[in-house]
C-alpha cells in the first residue's frame, strides 16, 4: 500500500520529440513507478520539457518548461529531488551550451538543499577543459550516480570523481516494456504474473500499421539513419549495400526515421541512391506513424534484422532481441555495442558497402544464431535498467 508520496523534477532533453529521448524519458518514468510501487512511495514526477503541453498530454505527468527559471526553481524548491538524466547529456560535441545549461539545473537543486541524482548518462565527449572542475565540482555533491558505459565512468573519475560512487548500469531504455507486457511477465527483466496472462496481453495488443501487416514472408531490414558526414559518405555506402542486396534477393527495406524531418530527409536521399528496386521483389516503406515512444519500439520488434546509426534505434533492437549491425557516428555507438560484445560495420568516415552487405546478409541468414549468442547479455541488460531508479526509491524512502 502506497503511503508516501515523492516528488521529483527530471531534467533532461525532453519535449523536442526526439524518438530516443522520449523513450529515455518513458523508460525512468516507468521504472520510477514500477520501483515506487513496490517500496510504498508514490513518485510524482516533474518534468522539464521544451513543449511541457505536449510532455503532460503525452505522459500524464506535470512538466514545466525548462528554459523558464522561475518555474524551474518553484518546481525544485517544491520537489523532493532531481533526475538528471538519462541520455548524453554532459557533453559538449553538439553544443558548447549544453553542459552549462544541465549543470545549473543540478546547481539549483544543491542549492535548494535538494538532493541529486545523475540518471544512467552518458558523459563525453567533453572537449573543453574548463567544463572538467565544473563537472567535479557539481558530481562531487551528487546522493546517486549511474552512467550507462564504463568509458563514462573512466572519463569521470579523470575529472576527479571517486570511483566507488560511480554505478556502471545500462541505457534506461532497455528495460522499457510494451505497454501490454507491464505486469504480464513478458521478458520485462521484472517479476511476471503467469504465462496465461502473458499470452493474453501479446494477443490484446495494439494492431501495427497495415505496412507491417502486409509484409508476406520477405524479409524486413529496418533502417535508422541520420545526417552526419559533411559529404554523405556513409549514407552512399548504406545505398550501396542495400542495393547490392535487393540484386540478390528479395527484401523489404523500412526506415525508421527517429528524429524529424532531419531522419526522413537523409532516408530519402539513400532511397533515391538506390534507384528502382522493385523489379527484383524487392520494397522500400516508411514509418511515420510514431506517436509515442513505445510505438518505435514495437516497430521495431517486427523487423528481422535492423541497420541503425542512431544509438537508440540499436537500443529498441537489443531490447526486442532484433539482430542489428550498427553504423558509429558517435563514441557511445561502440560504447554500447561493447556491451553486446560487437562492433560497428563502420563509421560515418569509413564505411566499406561490401563489409556492410555481407554482415547484414549473414544475419538474415543466420537470426537465430545471433538471438541464441546474445541472449543472456540482453537479459542482464534489462534486469540491471532499472538499477537507478531503485537505488533513488530506495534514497527517498529511508529520508522520510
Partial sequence: MVSTIKTIVISGYYGFKNSGDEAVLKSILTALEQEGQAAGIQVQPVVLSIDPEWTERTYGVKSVHRMKLGEVRRAIKESDG?????????QDATSPKTIPYYLGI????????????IYAQGVGPVNRGLFHPMIRSV????????????????????????QASIQVVPDPVMGLPLPEEIGAGVDTGAPGTSVEAAER???????????????????????SVRYWNPEKRELAAIAEALREISSDRAVHFRFLP??????????????????????????ISYYLEEKQAQDMLREVGSCDVVLGMR???????????VPLIGISYDP???HFL???????????????????????????DDAESWKAEHEEQIAVLKREAALPARRIVEYLRHRG
Fill in 338 to 364: 561493447n556491451r553486446l560484445d560487437s562492433e560497428p560495420a563502420g563509421s560515418s568516415d569509413s564505411l566499406d558497402p561490401a563489409v556492410l552487405k555481407d554482415r547484414l546478409l549473414k544475419l538474415l
Fill in 201 to 223: 496481453s501479446v494477443s490484446e495488443a495494439p494492431p501495427v500499421d497495415s505496412e507491417v501487416q502486409d509484409r508476406s514472408p520477405v524479409p524486413v531490414v529496418g533502417i
Fill in 139 to 162: 558530481f562531487r555533491k551528487c546522493s546517486y550516480i549511474s552512467v550507462r558505459d564504463v568509458q563514462s565512468a573512466e572519463l569521470l573519475q579523470s575529472f576527479g570523481i571517486d
Fill in 258 to 283: 527517429f528524429h524529424q524531418p532531419d531522419d526522413l530527409q537523409a532516408s530519402r536521399y539513400i532511397e533515391q541512391l538506390m534507384g528502382d528496386i522493385t523489379r527484383d521483389g524487392s520494397r
Fill in 106 to 117: 543540478l546547481k539549483l537543486a544543491q542549492w535548494a538543499n535538494k538532493p541529486t541524482f
Fill in 311 to 321: 544509438l537508440h534505434s540499436l537500443i529498441y533492437a537489443a531490447n526486442r532481441k
Fill in 82 to 90: 532531481l533526475i538528471s538524466g538519462g541520455g548524453s547529456l554532459l
Fill in 332 to 334: 557511445k555507438i561502440n
